[in-house]
């Protein structure tokens, strides 16, 4: 019986040791330097690194992992869960990890999940000992380059006695709307978690064999879920090969992406919306001919709203490089769900809902609404009345809830926040639920997500997604960046005013000049479509709005930014 990753890693060592498990592009160039890593070496790597945490009694202890991208941190993660040591993902402080937030971050995961060990890169490692004055809580821990581990450790390995509700890893939440908390991810957890993304996204062991084995290439961070549980850990689940870089070197240039893709031709790949959008600023005529992209079979999409006319324009653009809409994958899932809640079915085009006709953002492509695909096998979702707790007929919007046993077991040492959110319960249902304080609505077994519960706006006792007057913004000109506008609400203050809105965008530079313009367009825009009064519309530099590290909008953050006067703005706008 499979217990954990662990054993499907032995058995894969065992059974074909010489396979290429990971592939990692140091530079984030097919044809630049490359590190491989096979299945053998693998096993024997994490059992040593799982060793030398058992003799040093860490078992079922915390232990930070600080890594840059690559296969040293694939390594530390399995060793921690080989030698039953509950994992803490967390982003190494070098390069914008060295700024006051990233720490902040860091120290609060140490503090937090009371980590004994950190396990780190040598150069991480390094970096960690000039920082004490920073980081004082380091006086007290270790701090391990675990490729100084040596090979022989491995000898001293022993299997861990593990159960399904096994803790295997804490994922920390990113933090959209409020403080991150640290996800109790089981062994349990993952297997199922794995099970229902190899049968959504169609790695039956025909494609992994049509695929020559070639299953993924991600450049998403290893730290965050979608990154994790998606591409590397599908990759042990099921024995194949993975390729992966650096984010940096996405942003960089993120045509590094479409050209791995076209030389590995994997099933499946994918990010978040955002990082289609930037494939097509650089989709060039010499790129479009240089790229194949017909095996690309599975384009997930997730981790922030799904865009249609991103879905368009990427599918129009690089069609001519043998990229099929019918590869689109929109997808949706949560840290507190270990990652995938609903896929969409394979080699089908995305299910898209147009906006009504005689609605605010009427006659706009970039309004329908996009679903998310179907619940995993085993997975129950409904669409709950967070208020009454009853379940809500198909069409209606309100609270996603979700049961199944890849649903994690709670919030690490907090037990007020795991019994609101994880011990729901539902009029006509048996068992408990997760509360995901995503809103949306099913329609014929289709789940669409429509936006957070607390971000909801209420103006004058009507609700208002931010998202919608975000997209009404973007629309209105467009020097606005797609994606890069927070809409929220402020106390209005003395006369009784109530809540009112606020709408902060990035601009592009070369717009500067047209600002009181563009703020005047939005606000008409919002206006005449949901018949709202803003308060204020600031324009900001690009790059400046805050977001998760999967891309979404921290609109609690930018109204904060907002309130302390603390945004980087472009040009003051016109007083209200």
Avoid at 38 to 43: C, F, H, K, N, P
Avoid at 214 to 226: G, K
Avoid at 293 to 313: D, H, I, M, Y
Avoid at 343 to 363: D, F, K, M, N, Y
Wanted: proline share 6%; glycine share 10%.
């Amino acid at each position: 019986m499979v217990r954990s990753l662990v054993d499907l890693l032995t058995t894969h060592a065992a059974h074909h040791p010489g396979r290429t498990a990971y592939r990692y592009l140091v530079t984030g160039d097919v044809d630049g330097e490359t590190q491989e890593i096979s299945y053998g070496r693998l096993a024997d790597r994490s059992r040593a690194v799982a060793a030398w945490l058992q003799e040093r009694g860490l078992t079922g202890a915390r232990a930070m992992l600080l890594y840059p991208p690559g296969p040293e941190f694939i390594c530390g993660y399995l060793g921690c869960l080989a030698a039953g040591v509950v994992a803490v993902p967390g982003v190494p402080p070098q390069g914008r990890g060295r700024n006051h937030r990233a720490l902040t971050r860091m120290k609060r995961l140490i503090a937090d999940a009371d980590a004994k060990v950190i396990l780190g890169g040598r150069e991480v490692i390094s970096a960690l000992s000039g920082m004490a004055e920073l980081l004082p809580e380091l006086a007290d821990i270790p701090c391990i380059v675990t490729e100084d581990i040596p090979d022989e450790a491995a000898a001293a390995w022993r299997e861990p006695d593990l159960t399904a509700d096994s803790v295997a890893f804490l994922q920390y939440t990113s933090g959209s709307t409020s403080a991150p908390r640290g996800v109790m991810v089981t062994h349990g957890n993952l297997l199922d978690n794995e099970r229902v993304i190899t049968e959504r996204m169609g790695h039956t062991p025909d494609v992994v064999a049509e695929h020559g084995h070639e299953m993924f290439v991600s450049w998403l961070p290893v730290h965050h879920d979608m990154g994790l549980i998606g591409p590397v850990l599908n990759t042990v689940y099921l024995g194949v090969t993975a390729t992966l870089f650096s984010p940096l070197h996405f942003l960089q240039q993120p045509e590094r992406w479409l050209t791995a893709i076209s030389r590995y031709r994997p099933h499946t790949s994918g990010g978040p919306n955002f990082a289609y959008e930037l494939c097509l600023k650089h989709a060039t005529p010499g790129l479009l001919d240089d790229l194949d992209l017909s095996g690309w079979k599975v384009a997930f999409n997730g981790a922030e709203p799904v865009r249609a006319a991103t879905l368009r324009r990427f599918a129009d653009t690089f069609a001519a490089a043998g990229f099929r809409r019918e590869a689109f994958y929109p997808c949706y899932g949560l840290a507190e769900a270990t990652l995938m809640v609903t896929g969409s079915t394979v080699h089908t085009p995305p299910i898209v809902l147009q906006a009504a006709e005689s609605g605010p953002h009427a006659g706009h492509w970039d309004a329908a609404a996009v679903g998310c695909g179907r619940p995993g096998p085993d997975v129950t979702v409904v669409i709950a009345d967070p208020e009454r707790r009853e379940e809500l007929p198909d069409g209606e919007v309100g609270e996603i809830w979700v049961r199944g046993a890849s649903v994690a077991k709670g919030y690490w040492r907090n037990a007020l926040a795991t019994r609101e959110t994880f011990r729901a319960t539902l009029a006509g249902h048996d068992g408990r639920f997760l509360r995901t304080g995503d809103l949306g609505f099913l329609c014929d077994g289709e789940l669409f997500v429509t936006g957070r519960l607390k971000d909801l706006i209420v103006i004058d006792g009507r609700n208002h997604y931010p998202q919608d007057l975000e997209l009404t913004a973007e629309t209105a000109h467009p020097a606005l960046r797609p994606g890069c506008t927070a809409a929220f609400s402020v106390d209005g203050g003395q006369g009784g005013q109530g809540e009112q809105p606020v709408v902060v965008a990035e601009i592009a530079p070369e717009a500067v000049s047209e600002a009181e313009k563009i703020i005047d367009v939005i606000r008409r825009g919002i206006g005449d479509a949901h018949g709202l009064s803003v308060r204020d519309v600031v324009l900001v530099q690009p790059g400046t709005i805050s977001k998760t590290s999967s891309g979404k909008i921290q609109r609690h953050a930018s109204r904060a930014a907002y309130l302390n006067g603390t945004l980087s703005v472009v040009t003051a706008p016109a007083p209200s």
